[in-house]
């Protein structure tokens, strides 16, 4: 079966920092493209970030970039975003998520960049108070 | 970035009834969209990717269509189990963009 479950969400102050895991399963990890998205209460969906399957390829939202950074350890089987700088709005669920596309195709070329999110996890939660 | 704007922001509808939502992107985006389905408490499925291609599993009933801008998601008869809130995404360009999701109710 194929699964993703994710971890290190909990309280922490505005201004502190914290990483989160994804540990993937059922799948060859290091074939795939993964993206991180988060789910703020009651809201909708916010893609925050992708990283290419030998990680030589990061694209961050314009709302967190230089505060989370997007890695992976293939050959740990993981993967991460480490949040910095956290502000009350960045209280949400976060999810990974499986990229079920390899890129795009240009000029026969095939670009790396987020396509259809086709796994999720559960979601870990970040809450983000003083 | 690409806005992605969704209708109706909620619907409601009888088991039975055949069930239409849109997805209207600010640019063309071709066939670039995709379609989840996301019930209470749980991470969103996907369900349909490039505008009609249907995931394995995914029942029949549902399908989507359109290109360029307008796009259109449709569950042909509606079941008690497809409560829940669905949102189009948009991966033309970056960042991939979301509607702002259609919740479902049963009437």
């Known amino acids: 079966e194929v699964r993703l479950v994710e971890s290190g969400g909990r309280l922490v102050r505005p201004g502190g920092s914290l990483r989160l895991s994804c540990a993937p399963s059922?799948?060859?990890?290091?074939?795939?493209?993964m993206n991180w998205v988060r789910q703020a209460p009651g809201k909708g969906l916010e893609w925050l970030s992708y990283?290419?399957?030998?990680?030589?390829?990061?694209y961050y939202a314009d709302s967190v970039r230089g505060r989370f950074t997007i890695s992976r350890d293939n050959a740990k089987n993981s993967l991460y975003l480490q949040l910095s700088s956290l502000r009350a709005d960045d209280t949400a669920v976060y999810y990974c998520?499986?990229?079920?596309?390899?890129?795009?195709?240009?000029?026969?070329?095939?670009?790396?960049?987020?396509?259809?999110?086709?796994?999720w996890g559960q979601g870990t939660l970040v809450t983000v108070s003083s | 970035d690409v806005q992605m704007t969704q209708s109706p922001p909620s619907l409601s509808a009888s088991v039975g009834d055949r069930v239409t939502i849109t997805c209207q992107a600010s640019?063309?985006?071709?066939?670039?969209i995709n379609w989840y389905q996301q019930k209470p408490g749980k991470a969103p499925k996907l369900l349909i990717h490039?505008?009609?291609r249907l995931e394995t599993g995914v029942p029949s009933r549902f399908s989507g269509s359109g290109s360029g801008t307008g796009f259109s998601f449709t569950i042909s008869s509606l079941q008690p189990e497809d409560i829940a809130t669905y949102y189009c995404?948009?991966?033309?360009?970056?960042?991939?963009?979301f509607g702002q999701g259609t919740r479902l109710e049963i009437k």
């Open positions: 490039d505008a009609s």
């Open positions: 998520a499986r990229d079920g596309g390899h890129g795009v195709t240009l000029f026969g070329e095939v670009i790396p960049r987020p396509n259809w999110f086709d796994t």
């Open positions: 990283i290419s399957s030998a990680g030589s390829t990061v």
């Open positions: 640019q063309d985006i071709t066939n670039y």
């Open positions: 995404q948009q991966y033309d360009s970056i960042p991939p963009t």
């Open positions: 059922g799948f060859i990890f290091s074939s795939y493209n």
